[in-house]
């Protein structure tokens, strides 16, 4: 099993940045391949950005490429997403997630941490 739990949510005001990370417990973090998604109220969980194991690739969805950064420290068992430029479409919870087999669904999910971002 692995256990994730997030930090760092909060409420800023449009255009500026907020930083959420994940730390992780359970498994050897070197070998998950760890994922942000968020879920709006009253929309469907999305996809926001993903890591490689060894953090070397990342992959983004289209409508934060640019403004948020994936990161994962191994030597912390931590995932973290920067925030820039933050909109108010960008309101959700945000859920980090784990998975060992890049082809495969994730299979760990944190509780999540609120992020709000004000006009």
């Known amino acids: 099993q692995v256990q994730l739990v997030e930090s760092g949510g909060g409420l800023v005001q449009a255009g500026g940045s907020l930083r959420v990370s994940c730390t992780a417990s359970?498994?050897?973090?070197?070998?998950?391949?760890m994922a942000w998604f968020r879920q709006a109220p009253g929309k469907e969980r999305e996809f926001v950005a993903s890591?490689?194991?060894?953090?070397?690739?990342?992959y983004y969805t289209n409508s934060v490429k640019g403004r948020f950064t994936i990161s994962k420290d191994n030597a912390k068992n931590t995932v973290s997403l920067q925030m820039n430029n933050l909109k108010p479409e960008d309101t959700a919870v945000y859920h980090c997630?784990?998975?060992?087999?890049?082809?495969?669904?994730?299979?760990?999910w944190g509780q999540g941490t609120r992020v709000t971002v004000s006009s």
């Open positions: 997630a784990a998975t060992e087999n890049s082809n495969s669904a994730y299979d760990y």
């Open positions: 359970g498994r050897t973090f070197s070998r998950l391949h």
């Open positions: 890591i490689n194991k060894i953090g070397t690739y990342t």
